[in-house]
């Protein structure tokens, strides 16, 4: 049926046209000729006779310049009668009409049938741009004061630029497991979208009369220099070990990053593990092939991207409250203790706080500056923020809300940059194409995070509702009570284990600082903070489902909240130099501050949790019968194994870590889990069988030691010398 209404509608469409080209042709008025406007010339060249033989009469005063008739030439006019500008509008509308037939075209054939509705509308497009576009070229043609804007060219190479994205797209989403050249060549493809949009939107000149308040100085270059070294250094040294306990999420998504490896699939548009996109796995599968199958191979991105957005924090703070602010913003994020722990870990999590300021970053200095390279960097910056953690789509209502404030306090600048936001927006929809294809056929997929762990996508309000007899509003207060009690009070029950976001001097100075920020939030800068901030506490926290167990989730607030702190501490100092006595002991003593802040940040980490809190992660157990299945490999190696494990499921003994770090041992191994007692391990075989059983069922150990009263157990156990599991190694039959 919709082959059918495509093959009658298409040609009614341009049948249409053409009618309508016709028509207008036929009965278009014929304008008198303006008496004050000279003739146009004739179509052939004027003949001048040359004047008859004889004698050559004496040169008057009068036509002593004139020029000969013999070397007056009239030029023959050009065979197009239109006014340029009539002629430049009626050749950007049709190349728009070509497009609309090209899009129609790549829709209509395009490999998967949900996007075939869209022809009709690019062929229905068509006679309307015809109609435009004779209606602009009359208009034109009748005043001729009127120029056609020449900017209007870089959208119709924004389109198409959008449309061989989308190219690449439909090639990459359908490429089958093993076609390497076809899933790299679509990726080639977006990236020469993406080169051909920054093409079409840029500028050759794009000067700005806004410069820098404090010049950069040599002193600022090593200061900064010397801090991002302490951020990468606390982040990067001994990855292998620190944090010592492996989290099932990384190894997860490092089994999966190695699958595409493996498996030769370059395909970064899609979803994959937990609905994270492939373009943030395929980053691992890199590292990893650069690097080796090792932990910290699987965790140096993670390092990069905090490092990184140090940097980034400083970029923005620097340009919005100047020198001294961002140097102490920067030196406080280096030792801070959630993003130092977060930096260390193979999550993408780490990717908010760096993907926030390097988008805001990118604004600000576009906004301020007005220079279109600026505001392609924002563009750039948005739309890759989108294809790592699911975080980054709250940049965008972010964006969104700052956007609004700028069109009520300041709308002549909005309108001003007007063109640069059109065409931003047009290079940030190009980049996203990919993501908006795979969110119209794959819109649960693409939403799967959010459907499981936001509160009402998911159905937990209306069972927190009936489990505890309570309203719906008690509910979103009891929710808004554990977000705001982890940032100081309450203890992480994640990824975290039972720390705070903010050590309680940092609690006491956020909260100065963020009440300076909102009696001051009729600045634009200051209400970016507070407004950003609140809309990562409501959709990264009150809206989902156990804020106490996703601090993970509200890493973006770190930036915000530390760069407040820093400004807070900047204007604190500059009051106090400007009336005491000796300002330069001021100083000094504003450095023993900013010290003091960063070394009792980096002992939470280091001390507090590495020594304390992490060995009582309820990961821990995990990670004991992982270490000692891994330690089993080399000593048991080539032989065959049979692994039984009592009371214990899959995820102890046959998880992702071990998948990861022992994966051979997992090849020549027969696993068998879920076992409810020692009678149901089956009898010795011709395998060395290793049987685990949870320390907890004492009864099941007794058994196991009377069963096997010839082997020596081994006792596994944490850090703390907690006994936690018992294992038999039972050799075969010879």
Not at 92 to 98: D, K, M, S, T
Not at 230 to 241: K, T
Not at 413 to 439: D, G, H, M
Not at 648 to 656: E, I, Q, S, V
Request: net charge positive; charged share 15%; hydrophobic share 50%.
């Amino acid at each position: 049926m919709r082959d059918k209404a495509l093959r009658r509608i298409i040609p009614a469409v341009f049948l249409t046209s053409a009618a309508v080209i016709a028509g207008w042709l036929r009965i278009r008025p014929q304008r008198e000729p303006n008496p004050d406007r000279p003739a146009a010339a004739p179509l052939q060249p004027t003949v001048t006779p040359l004047p008859e033989p004889g004698p050559t009469p004496a040169p008057s005063a009068s036509s002593t310049n004139e020029v000969p008739a013999r070397f007056i030439v009239v030029p023959e006019p050009s065979f197009v009668q239109i006014p340029r500008s009539a002629l430049a509008a009626s050749l950007w509308f049709g190349a728009a009409i070509v497009l609309c037939i090209v899009a129609a075209g790549v829709v209509s054939s395009a490999q998967q049938t949900a996007f075939h509705d869209l022809a009709p509308l690019f062929a229905i497009a068509v006679p309307g741009l015809i109609v435009a576009g004779i209606g602009a070229a009359a208009w034109l043609k009748r005043d001729q004061a009127r120029r056609w804007p020449r900017w209007l060219w870089r959208f119709n190479l924004l389109f198409a630029a959008i449309i061989v994205s989308f190219i690449a797209a439909d090639i990459n989403f359908n490429a089958v497991e093993f076609d390497g050249t076809g899933q790299l060549g679509s990726v080639l493809l977006w990236l020469l979208a993406i080169g051909l949009a920054f093409a079409a939107a840029g500028q050759r000149s794009d000067p700005t009369t806004v410069k820098l308040t404090e010049p950069i100085r040599r002193s600022e270059v090593i200061v900064f220099i010397a801090i991002v070294a302490l951020a990468f250094a606390l982040r990067a040294i001994d990855l292998e070990h620190i944090p010592g306990v492996v989290l099932g999420d990384e190894t997860k998504y490092a089994v999966a990053a190695r699958y595409l490896t493996e498996h030769q699939q370059i395909k970064p548009f899609t979803t994959g593990s937990d609905g994270h996109w492939n373009f943030y796995l395929q980053i691992i599968g890199l590292s990893l092939q650069l690097f080796g199958q090792t932990i910290t191979a699987m965790r140096l991105p993670s390092v990069l991207a905090g490092t990184l957005g140090i940097v980034a924090l400083y970029a923005v703070v620097r340009q919005l409250w100047g020198r001294r602010p961002a140097l102490i913003a920067a030196a406080l994020m280096a030792t801070y203790h959630q993003n130092i722990h977060y930096s260390r870990v193979g999550f993408n999590s780490i990717d908010d706080p760096l993907f926030l300021a390097l988008v805001f970053g990118c604004a600000w200095l576009a906004w301020r500056t007005g220079r279109r390279r600026a505001w392609l960097m924002t563009a750039l910056a948005a739309g890759l923020s989108q294809y790592f953690f699911v975080g980054g789509r709250l940049v965008l209502l972010q964006l969104a809300v700052l956007a609004v404030f700028w069109l009520i306090t300041d709308r002549h600048r909005v309108r001003a940059q007007a063109l640069n936001i059109a065409v931003a927006v047009s290079v940030f929809i190009c980049i996203i194409t990919p993501i908006l294809y795979f969110w119209a056929i794959r819109p649960n997929d693409y939403m799967s995070s959010l459907n499981a762990k936001n509160i009402y996508r998911s159905g937990w309000v209306p069972a927190a509702m009936q489990a505890n007899n309570e309203s719906e509003v008690d509910v979103l207060w009891g929710q808004l009570r554990d977000v705001m009690t982890s940032f100081s009070f309450g203890s992480d029950e994640g990824f975290y284990w039972a720390q705070t976001m903010l050590t309680p001097i940092m609690s006491i100075l956020a909260v100065i600082a963020l009440a300076y920020f909102v009696a001051h939030s009729r600045e634009g800068p200051y209400f970016w903070v507070v407004s950003s901030l609140a809309l990562v506490i409501l959709f990264g926290g009150i809206l989902m489902v156990s804020p106490t167990a996703g601090s993970h989730r509200l890493l973006g607030s770190s930036p915000l909240i530390y760069g407040a702190i820093a400004v807070a501490i900047d204007r604190a100092w500059g009051w106090f130099e400007r009336r005491a006595p000796h300002p330069k002991l001021i100083g000094v003593y504003g450095l023993l501050v900013i010290a003091l802040l960063m070394n009792a940040d980096a002992r939470y980490y280091f001390v507090n949790y590495l020594t304390k809190n992490e060995l009582r992660s309820p990961d821990v157990p995990f990670h004991v019968i992982q270490e000692y299945l891994f330690a089993l490999e080399p000593r048991t190696e080539p032989q065959p194994l049979q692994i039984v494990c009592v009371g214990l499921n899959a995820d102890f003994c046959r998880g992702t870590t071990l998948d990861f770090l022992a994966r051979p041992l997992l090849a020549r191994a027969d696993v068998i889990t879920d076992l409810p007692s020692t009678d149901s391990v089956p009898p010795r075989g011709t395998k060395l069988q290793v049987v685990i059983i949870n320390a907890s069922m004492t009864q099941e150990v007794e058994r196991a030691r009377q069963r096997y009263a010839t082997v020596t157990p081994q006792n596994l156990s944490d850090p703390l010398n907690r006994i936690l599991f018992v294992a038999f190694e039972i050799q075969p039959y010879q």
